[in-house]
């Protein structure tokens, strides 16, 4: 069986930072207008065909990062399908998950997954089942205080999963309402699709940022868990990390501890005054 390692290394190599990947996004659509509707037509033709250049260019680049988080996604969720086959993942109950939940105006009764899969990096939630998955290692590795954070972090997930589920679907009819009107003034089917795509992942990246931001600050909002404890479970993991960028998914670690340093600075101020 040839081994496709390469293939990860080329995806690792051709890295783009979230800001020039939004950068990438806003151009696209720029030109996308600008060429499909013709408004350049006063230009020598050799800028226009310089300009197409620089628009197949982009729309490659936007296209190879789709795919290389699509198919990032769906690796995780296919290995972790037939991972949890034969490795059930652990039920565990938390005492403080309870308490947790009703400080945040929630009911929670679930038990957390404790997974060994190596292919979960982090917990996450799923928004349809309402299930929290951690890694063991995280249990292993954070304090019980920190954990506790990061149980409130994933049950304000829970909380608002029904509204996140109506932003993503309100991403979609943008989206066709973007589109339906780009396809009335431009002449190539090419372009209509790129700009719809970019267009797409545009709002759908700050719909996906805006998500864990709240869920970060819910926790501590509510006096359910310290915004200390959330701090210092960032910190470590902005230490073990290469690049503090974000992703098209996450705010970068230092925006979001700076954050929550606002919140604990404000609780502060409450108790001295």
Same mark, same amino acid.
């Given at each position: 069986m040839v081994k496709i390692t390469w293939i990860k290394e080329f995806g690792k190599r051709v890295y783009l930072t979230f800001k020039l990947w939004r950068m990438v996004l806003i151009s696209i659509v720029f030109l996308s207008i600008v060429l499909g509707t013709n408004l350049l037509f006063f230009l020598p033709s050799a800028m226009r065909w310089a300009l197409a250049l620089v628009y197949v260019l982009l729309a490659e680049i936007m296209v190879?990062?789709?795919?290389r988080l699509?198919?990032?996604s769906a690796g995780q969720i296919i290995s972790s399908v037939f991972y949890n086959r034969k490795h059930k993942p652990e039920k565990r109950y938390f005492p403080e998950m309870k308490q947790i939940a009703k400080k945040m105006g929630m009911e929670y009764d679930k038990p957390i997954l404790i997974t060994?899969?190596?292919?979960?990096?982090?917990?996450?939630?799923?928004?349809?089942?309402?299930?929290?998955?951690?890694?063991a290692s995280w249990i292993r590795k954070f304090h019980r205080t920190e954990n506790d954070a990061i149980?409130?972090?994933?049950?304000?997930?829970?909380?608002?999963?029904?509204?996140?589920?109506g932003e #993503? =679907? /309100?991403? @979609?009819?943008?989206?066709?309402?973007?589109? #339906? =009107? /780009?396809? @009335?003034?431009?002449?190539?089917?090419?372009?209509?699709?790129?700009a719809e795509l970019a267009f797409m992942m545009l709002i759908l990246s700050y719909i996906l940022r805006r998500n864990e931001l709240r869920a970060d600050w819910e926790g501590p909002a509510c006096n359910a868990t310290t915004p200390e404890a959330l701090i210092s479970v960032f910190e470590?993991?902005?230490?073990?990390?290469k690049r503090d960028d974000g992703s098209e998914t996450h705010p970068p670690l230092e925006a979001r501890i700076k954050r929550l340093m606002r919140l604990l600075d404000s609780d502060r101020r409450h108790q001295d005054n």
């Open positions: 190879f990062s789709v795919v699509i198919t990032g060994e899969n190596p292919s979960i990096k982090s917990p996450f939630t799923n928004v349809f089942t309402r299930n929290i998955t951690f890694p149980i409130g972090h994933e049950l304000a997930h829970v909380k608002y999963g029904l509204k996140f589920i #993503l =679907l /309100l991403v @979609t009819f943008v989206t066709w309402g973007f589109a #339906l =009107l /780009l396809a @009335t003034i431009t002449w190539s089917l090419g372009i209509y699709v790129i470590y993991l902005k230490a073990e990390c």
